[in-house]
């Protein structure tokens, strides 16, 4: 059979458009990163200082499924000058959950509790890439590929009253951050309050995705495993040490691009509830294991790189630990107990049985199906077995309600939806236990209900 002939022309543009969708797919986790950094740089602050929510979060801060039922402190760190100093306090009147990662959002290390310190506090000292030399005494060293890094810091609140609230604010800003060339005096860490600033790190599936992307490469060292995007990106005007200038025809292939990677992380999205987490339910952990296992070791397995499941988590989640399981877990529903997709439109409930097997505490939030982002303009976004007047019934389960009307009776127990919009649910389980893992409590489905 002859083949087609092709244009020289023609052949650069599809070349152009394969590429540029699998540009997507591959730099998903470091534009994620950048679009939080650049949220936090259009808000006034710099690297190597603290951003965080003096309440708990709302519509306004649209990351990707942030959890809306505890204090973040979120710094971003850079070692281009440097090693760059992080401060855990002692878990005294307090506690964090949280971890270090570079920017492609591979877990450095825990901190906290379930982290290096166990919860007796630190000094991580943060490394920039090829750093030579000793560790000085009384630092817990964290090397780094990248020089671009942050925190997810997690202050724990006992319930979601104002007090509590208050006081998990306090103990988190006894974080602190600075260069380790000023230890023996460290300045003041700069701690920046974002509560009630729109903080949008919603994935852009257009051009704005590829210079997000243009910013990294200039910006970082090429990994080895990497290496072989460096001429594709070429071909997409992305390349280190030279502007990037795309013109308006490349930009009309970013944008077509980057959708038909929507789509396909999305259909990939949807795979990953197969197998769920307990046989005959719908919830499951949003990650694939070839990317929970890749995560913390930055996939040293020399027979898989789950680009593809690695960009599905990125899509819709910011941040790894290193030991996920030992300070928090997840579980996602995008359906209910019928198979159908959970509708704004509709009443849905979900009864957390008794006896949660966690040591801190369980949510339920609600997100915005297209987006991942908290859904704006509602009351709330979640309830807790912390927040405050939730009701339970007699044997200790918990009915929650979804639906864009109050049930009657059930204020205290209600996640409003928006009618037309498609959401999601994750539940988290912080300190979670063995009866979860070994499924002696199991989590059931969303039900279609009434309203009472």
Same mark, same amino acid.
């Given at each position: 059979?002859?083949?087609?002939?092709?244009?020289?022309?023609? $052949?650069?543009?599809?070349?152009?458009y394969?590429?540029?969708?699998?540009?997507?797919?591959?730099?998903?986790?470091?534009?994620?990163?950048?679009? =939080?950094?650049?949220?936090?740089?259009?808000?006034g602050?710099?690297?190597?200082?603290?951003?965080?929510?003096?309440?708990?979060? &709302?519509g306004?801060?649209?990351?990707?499924?942030?959890?809306?039922?505890?204090?973040?402190?979120?710094?971003?760190? !850079?070692?281009? !000058?440097?090693?760059?100093?992080?401060?855990?306090?002692?878990?005294?009147?307090?506690?964090?959950?949280?971890s270090?990662d &570079?920017?492609w959002q591979?877990?450095? +290390? !825990?901190?906290? $509790?379930?982290?290096?310190?166990?919860?007796?506090?630190g000094k991580?000292?943060?490394l920039p890439?090829g750093h030579?030399?000793?560790?000085p005494?009384?630092?817990?060293?964290?090397?780094?590929?990248?020089?671009?890094?942050?925190a997810?810091?997690?202050?724990?609140?006992?319930?979601?009253?104002e007090?509590?609230?208050?006081?998990?604010?306090?103990?988190?800003?006894?974080?602190?951050?600075?260069?380790?060339?000023?230890?023996?005096?460290?300045?003041?860490?700069?701690?920046?309050?974002m509560?009630?600033?729109l903080?949008?790190?919603?994935?852009?599936?257009?051009?704005?995705?590829?210079?997000?992307?243009?910013r990294?490469? +200039?910006?970082?060292?090429w990994?080895?495993?990497?290496?072989?995007?460096?001429?594709?990106?070429r071909?997409?005007?992305?390349?280190?040490?030279?502007?990037?200038?795309?013109?308006?025809?490349?930009?009309?292939?970013?944008?077509?691009?980057?959708?038909?990677?929507h789509?396909?992380?999305? =259909?990939?999205?949807?795979?990953?509830?197969?197998?769920?987490?307990?046989?005959?339910?719908?919830?499951a952990?949003?990650?694939?294991?070839?990317?929970?296992?890749?995560?913390?070791?930055?996939?040293?397995?020399?027979?898989?790189?789950?680009?593809?499941?690695r960009?599905?988590?990125?899509?819709?989640?910011?941040?790894?630990?290193?030991?996920?399981g030992?300070?928090?877990y997840?579980?996602?529903?995008?359906?209910?107990?019928?198979?159908?997709?959970?509708?704004?439109?509709?009443?849905?409930?979900?009864?957390?049985p008794?006896?949660?097997?966690?040591?801190?505490?369980?949510?339920?939030?609600?997100y915005?199906?297209?987006?991942?982002?908290l859904?704006?303009?509602?009351?709330?976004?979640?309830?807790?077995?912390?927040?405050?007047?939730?009701?339970?019934?007699? &044997?200790?389960?918990?009915?929650?309600?979804?639906?864009?009307h109050?049930?009657?009776?059930?204020?205290?127990?209600?996640?409003?939806?928006?009618?037309?919009?498609?959401?999601?649910?994750?539940?988290?389980?912080?300190?979670?236990?063995?009866?979860?893992?070994?499924?002696?409590?199991? $989590?059931?489905?969303?039900?279609? &209900?009434?309203?009472?």
């Open positions: 059979m002859r083949s087609r002939q092709f244009s020289a022309d023609e $052949l650069l543009q599809r070349a152009r394969r590429r540029a969708v699998e540009a997507v797919i591959w730099g998903m986790p470091v534009v994620n990163f950048d679009l =939080m950094l650049q949220a936090f740089l259009k808000a602050g710099l690297p190597n200082q603290v951003p965080f929510w003096s309440h708990l979060l &709302d306004q801060n649209q990351t990707l499924t942030p959890n809306p039922d505890t204090i973040y402190f979120n710094p971003f760190f !850079d070692t281009k !000058d440097g090693p760059v100093v992080v401060e855990i306090p002692a878990a005294e009147g307090g506690s964090i959950t949280g270090i &570079d920017c591979n877990a450095l +290390e !825990d901190v906290g $509790l379930a982290g290096a310190d166990k919860g007796a506090g991580y000292l943060i890439p030579v030399g000793t560790t005494d009384g630092y817990i060293a964290v090397p780094s590929d990248t020089f671009q890094s942050y997810i810091l997690r202050s724990n609140v006992k319930s979601g009253s007090a509590d609230v208050a006081q998990a604010v306090a103990y988190g800003k006894r974080i602190r951050v600075y260069p380790l060339a000023q230890a023996a005096r460290p300045p003041e860490t700069r701690h920046l309050d509560a009630g600033v903080y949008d790190s919603t994935i852009p599936y257009d051009r704005d995705f590829f210079r997000s992307l243009a990294i490469v +200039e910006k970082e060292p990994l080895t495993r990497d290496k072989a995007m460096i001429d594709p990106l071909t997409l005007g992305i390349c280190k040490g030279e502007p990037f200038d795309p013109g308006r025809a490349l930009e009309e292939t970013f944008d077509a691009a980057a959708q038909e990677a789509a396909y992380l999305d =259909m990939r999205y949807e795979a990953v509830f197969d197998p769920p987490f307990a046989p005959g339910t719908r919830w952990l949003p990650a694939v294991p070839e990317v929970v296992e890749g995560m913390p070791n930055f996939f040293a397995s020399t027979e898989a790189y789950p680009i593809d499941g960009a599905v988590s990125y899509s819709l989640a910011y941040f790894s630990a290193k030991h996920l030992e300070g928090q997840y579980l996602m529903a995008i359906r209910d107990a019928a198979g159908d997709a959970l509708d704004g439109s509709e009443t849905y409930r979900l009864r957390v008794a006896n949660a097997p966690v040591t801190l505490y369980w949510s339920a939030t609600v915005d199906r297209e987006t991942h982002a859904i704006r303009n509602v009351a709330r976004a979640s309830r807790a077995s912390t927040s405050p007047g939730i009701v339970a019934e007699p &044997d200790g389960s918990v009915d929650l309600w979804f639906s864009p109050v049930p009657a009776g059930k204020e205290a127990n209600w996640i409003p939806t928006v009618p037309g919009r498609g959401f999601e649910v994750l539940f988290r389980l912080y300190g979670p236990k063995k009866p979860f893992f070994e499924k002696q409590w199991v $989590l059931p489905d969303l039900v279609k &209900d009434q309203l009472p």
